[in-house]
């Protein structure tokens, strides 16, 4: 158990973790999930959201099963390992806040950091103007982290806070079962199921739940986060993190290869749009917010699962955020930024930095 534990914390078990859910992503869309999104954080909690009836967009209504078993695997891990610790700080309507701009500004790019890697690993092009936005964001965010940016310290709670958010997940789990989808029906139940578009595209539920779980414990082991690879580069030097990220583009270019998914290109590629300065746009937004959040989505859910309040506050605020992105027309598509989108990204990048130069201690 000790071997298997210190292997997550050198560099080959980061590489081990990047190449397998490099892998799986891809795996999952040969299995019926979206296109270039066998897994995207943002648009499966949007997804989760819109089966909820928190936005009525027709087609992103699904309660994904893959975030639940991050949550859950996340859980298993800390409890396994010891490292299960009920945490809360300060500030959570800055956390909420922000989990809800970065989910804004994902949708504007049409994906989280996952997506954007994996997007860039089937041959979309546009995904190439995210992964630029998104380290300039964390970049940005490094800066009022080294000017002294802090949102508090952490304090030991209750267990049962700890659990709060893996609890949420499986009561939405157990919705799904009692609520099951109906052949060419949009609602069973309290629940709401897309018929056509990316909501209506899904892996099997026990495959979907089965490889959530396993990226949940195995990224929980890893401190796998995409957002925090760029930030130790940028700030220490340290490549460690970022050799998963590597491994990810990798392992799913190469999956994509053989199994006939990697389409390079700009135009036409699945759910997603040529807007340049609006794919950068959006995941400046989004990065900035991961950076001041410190976590990215995935790092975010893994996080809640091993008790950290923090971070389900953050999660809560995405889901909130995805129905805001599509009730008020801020949300892009395939035909490209939504009506309100642009001024979404404006006001993002102003409430981000807002955070960022208002919460600052002075360095003595």
Not at 48 to 74: C, D, K, N, T, W
Not at 119 to 129: E, K, L, Q, S, V
Not at 153 to 178: A, C, H, N, Q
């Amino acid at each position: 158990m000790t071997t298997f534990k210190n292997f997550f914390a050198t560099r080959w078990g980061i590489v081990s973790v990047g190449a397998f859910i490099g892998v799986l992503a891809a795996l999952l869309q040969k299995l019926g999930n979206p296109g270039n999104m066998g897994i995207c954080v943002a648009c499966f909690e949007r997804d989760i959201a819109g089966a909820l009836g928190l936005h009525r967009a027709g087609v992103v209504q699904y309660m994904r099963p893959e975030i639940i078993g991050f949550v859950l695997g996340s859980l298993i891990a800390a409890y396994a390992f010891k490292e299960f610790r009920p945490r809360v700080g300060s500030a959570p309507i800055v956390r909420f806040v922000l989990g809800a701009f970065a989910m804004i500004g994902a949708l504007v790019f049409l994906g989280c950091p996952w997506r954007a890697l994996l997007r860039f690993a089937a041959g979309d092009g546009n995904a190439i103007f995210g992964l630029l936005g998104l380290i300039v964001g964390i970049w940005i965010g490094t800066l009022f982290l080294k000017g002294g940016y802090n949102l508090g310290r952490t304090e030991k709670t209750y267990t049962s806070v700890g659990w709060l958010l893996p609890l949420i997940m499986l009561g939405l789990f157990i919705l799904m079962l009692i609520f099951p989808q109906v052949e060419g029906e949009a609602k069973s139940g309290v629940l709401f199921y897309s018929l056509k578009g990316p909501g209506a595209m899904h892996a099997a539920l026990i495959i979907s739940l089965i490889v959530g779980l396993a990226i949940g414990f195995l990224a929980q082991r890893s401190r796998f986060c995409t957002m925090g690879a760029f930030r130790d580069l940028i700030l220490f030097r340290q490549a460690h993190l970022f050799l998963g990220l590597l491994a990810l583009v990798v392992f799913a270019f190469v999956t994509n290869l053989i199994v006939g998914q990697f389409h390079p290109g700009f135009a036409q590629q699945p759910v997603a749009h040529t807007m340049a300065i609006w794919n950068f746009g959006g995941m400046v937004v989004a990065g900035l917010a991961f950076a001041l959040a410190g976590g990215c989505p995935g790092r975010q859910l893994f996080l809640a699962g091993e008790g950290d309040g923090d971070a389900a506050v953050f999660v809560l605020g995405m889901i909130v955020g995805a129905g805001f992105a599509h009730n008020f027309g801020l949300a892009s598509s395939p035909k490209g930024v939504g009506p309100n989108g642009i001024a979404a990204v404006i006001i993002g990048l102003l409430v981000c930095l807002f955070i960022g130069f208002t919460m600052r201690k002075k360095i003595a």
